[in-house]
């Protein structure tokens, strides 16, 4: 099983800063990560797929990149309703798929 | 606008059996995958079970497999999990998800989670 390792754990940062989240594979999972960001008392929701594409309706400031086993989540600047959780997710060739343990981006 | 509406969660005593259900809207639910997801109360996020389109093929995790059973009815454009033998750390919200196939798949099966549910609690307890 392919385990992710996302880091940091919490990441503290003030409205308008760039935030930079990693997850890193234990093997290779190629271009097969996506990001969710979930809100308290909500579902996820998915914000990029196949490490860079952006999904349907996500603003430009969510970019993804990496292959391999070393991708990042970069949120270019910090709007109030970006603090959340991220979670990365894998699907590779292997059986089963995999999230991530979570990165808690709050307001410093 | 794609609606999933999760439903049949509640508290069920170990050892007991429950199904849960998702009626999804807004979209061809006969042409996608659809999965379930499940997220322990303050943890993260874990993959169940996932179904092809035709119910060809379905997919379990090691933690549930033959104890969960996925299945999909697309006359009513239904996806349901039945489980049993349910232990403590079955609880969870369950959340049903439908497919985000990727841009250069390299196989059938599921990919990523496009759209989610608002998810329904199962509590396993005595």
């Known amino acids: 099983e392919i385990v992710l390792t996302q880091s940091p754990a919490t990441l503290s940062l003030s409205p308008g800063e760039r935030a930079t989240l990693s997850c890193r594979a234990s093997?290779?999972?190629?271009?097969?990560l996506a990001w969710y960001q979930q809100k308290p008392g909500q579902a996820p929701r998915l914000l990029i797929y196949?490490?860079?594409n952006r999904a349907t309706g996500i603003p430009a400031r969510f970019s993804g990149s990496g292959s391999g086993t070393d991708f990042t989540l970069i949120i270019s600047s910090l709007e109030p309703e970006d603090f959340a959780v991220y979670y990365c997710?894998?699907?590779?060739?292997?059986?089963?798929?995999?999230f991530g343990g979570g990165t808690k981006v709050e307001i410093k | 606008e794609v609606q999933l509406l999760e439903s049949g969660g509640g508290l069920v005593q170990p050892g007991g059996s429950l199904r849960l259900s998702c009626a999804a809207s807004?979209?061809?639910?006969?042409?996608?995958?659809m999965n379930w997801v499940r997220q322990a109360p303050g943890k993260g996020l874990e993959w169940v079970s996932g179904?092809?389109?035709?119910?060809?093929?379905?997919?379990?995790a090691d933690s549930v497999k033959g104890r969960f059973t996925i299945s999909r009815d697309n006359s009513k454009n239904t996806l349901y999990l039945q489980m049993i033998s349910l232990r403590a750390e079955d609880t969870a919200v369950y959340y049903c998800?439908?497919?985000?196939?990727?841009?250069?798949?390299f196989g059938v099966g599921i990919y990523y989670f496009g759209h989610w549910g608002r998810g329904t609690l199962v509590t396993v307890s005595s």
């Open positions: 997710q894998q699907r590779s060739s292997s059986w089963p798929l995999s």
């Open positions: 093997q290779s999972v190629n271009n097969y």
């Open positions: 196949d490490a860079s």
């Open positions: 807004g979209f061809a639910f006969g042409s996608n995958a």
């Open positions: 179904i092809s389109h035709s119910s060809g093929s379905t997919y379990y």
């Open positions: 998800a439908k497919d985000q196939p990727s841009s250069q798949p």
